[in-house]
């Protein structure tokens, strides 16, 4: 059974970085499309980055040109770099996989328990 773990959440002041990390388990990692997810307090979850099977990526307009989604296959683990953090990015980050490309949509089929990351002004 496919398993996945995330890791690196934390607090910091806006401006600053921080690096999540997710382990997968149980499962073929390389052919899994995988992306990331937030939820903030009373809000929908939200896409964050997503990876293709081709190595392509995609990201939501909010994190554009200040978050990095890569993958490492030898690992199974899949990261999240966040530079230039705000306040907005407040949010519980999920790690999410299925055999189908979901792109942005939280329609993944395994779920991580999640990170919360803390971003204050």
């Known amino acids: 059974q496919a398993q996945l773990a995330e890791s690196g959440g934390g607090s910091v002041q806006a401006g600053g970085s921080l690096r999540l990390s997710c382990t997968a388990s149980?499962?073929?990692?390389?052919?899994?499309?995988m992306g990331w997810i937030r939820q903030a307090p009373g809000k929908e979850r939200q896409g964050v980055a997503s990876?293709?099977?081709?190595?392509?990526?995609s990201y939501a307009d909010s994190v554009k040109g200040r978050f990095t989604i890569s993958k490492d296959n030898a690992k199974n683990n899949l990261y999240l770099q966040m530079n230039s953090l705000k306040p907005e990015d407040t949010a519980m980050y999920y790690c999410?996989?299925?055999?189908?490309?979901?792109?942005?949509?939280?329609?993944?089929?395994?779920w991580g328990q999640g990170t919360q990351v803390t971003v204050s002004s």
């Open positions: 990876t293709d099977s081709d190595g392509s990526t």
């Open positions: 149980g499962y073929t990692y390389s052919s899994y499309y």
């Open positions: 999410a996989s299925d055999r189908v490309y979901w792109w942005l949509l939280p329609k993944y089929k395994c």
